[in-house]
């Protein structure tokens, strides 16, 4: 849970997935809808799906026993380098290092690395600048390093170089060259895309459909949407031209959602029906069961939760 979002934002999920679903055993057996649901509003859904094909795997192979060994770990589904080394050396005190961010950032000012922190090359420098000095307490290790990078040896301003007890080898602090370092490349620029998501309506229910199982958001379910940005009169002109039937198209304003490579600029629009649509793949659901059975990600969450008409 924790690749890529805060531990503040973690953990009322973890408590929540921890009670749900407490041993490997218990998040293998469980169906991925389950366990897409107890991750929505966490985002990069990718985790949990491997999260649980990992338990599924190490219920197989290693009689639900976690493996110990760095390299065993990192061979289980969504277990990349950094994650298997955290967790041999924190939960099994194993000689690795996890190199993160903080790692990279703390490794690159100590040694005035010119390598770019983006690149595979400065990770396997840190690592093995790391590794040659890790002694003992390997968790402890990973853990101070990681606190320091966080707290002390800071990402964004000056570092707390007065705190820092590495202040009198540190080669950016001896050169008062703190802010010159890591080197870090321009990261490119996310696309841009436009969407218009239409909010079906009726009566009670709306509708939602499942995506696609592969790609972003695979398997999660969405409100219907176009690609580009259509105006009230192009929507209602699209709705007439495919024989939906409806009362009243609503402007529900727009939204943006920033996913790591890619930007989706929306505009949404209730459609209130006058009867369902003939199309298999659309479910008309109740607010509360969308909100208890079905995944919805945050891009959508948005225009369910703006003011929309009575009768939706
Ligand atoms: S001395 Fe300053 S720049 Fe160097 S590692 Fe410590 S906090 Fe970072």
């Known amino acids: 849970m924790l690749q890529q979002t805060r531990v503040e934002a973690v953990k009322g999920y973890y408590a929540r997935f921890l009670a749900a679903l407490p041993s490997i055993e218990s998040l293998a057996n469980a169906s991925e809808d389950t366990c897409l649901k107890l991750w929505e509003g966490l985002g990069y859904y990718s985790r949990v799906r491997n999260l649980r094909k990992a338990a599924m795997e190490v219920v197989d192979k290693y009689q639900g026993k976690l493996p110990e060994d760095e390299s065993l770990l990192a061979k289980l589904p969504g277990i990349g380098k950094y994650t298997a080394a955290a967790i041999a050396s924190i939960a099994f005190q194993k000689k690795a290092v996890a190199v993160d961010g903080n790692l990279l950032r703390v490794f690159s000012r100590l040694t005035c690395s010119m390598l770019d922190v983006k690149e595979e090359k400065a990770k396997e420098t840190c690592h093995q600048f790391l590794f040659e000095r890790l002694e003992e307490r390997p968790g402890d290790f990973n853990q101070a390093l990681m606190d320091l990078g966080e707290i002390i ?25 703190e802010l010159d370092y890591p080197i870090l490349s321009k990261s490119k620029e996310k696309k841009k895309e436009n969407k218009t998501v239409l909010l079906f309506s009726l009566k009670e229910q709306i509708a939602i459909r499942k995506r696609p199982e592969k790609g972003l958001l695979a398997s999660l379910y969405e409100f219907p949407n176009l690609e580009g940005t259509y105006s009230q009169k192009e929507v209602k002109a699209y709705l007439e031209k495919n024989g939906i039937s409806f009362t009243k198209v609503i402007s529900l304003g727009n939204a943006t959602h920033i996913f790591t490579h890619r930007i989706w600029k929306m505009k949404g629009y209730c459609v209130v029906l006058e009867k369902k649509i003939d199309d298999p793949s659309l479910l008309f659901v109740s607010k509360e069961e969308l909100n208890h059975h079905y995944s919805l990600p945050s891009a959508f969450q948005y225009f369910l939760e703006i003011k929309r008409p009575q009768n939706m």
């Open 153 to 177: 040896c800071l990402p964004h301003g000056v570092p707390k170089c007065d705190l820092c007890p590495f202040s009198d080898c540190c080669k950016a602090h001896m050169a008062k060259k």
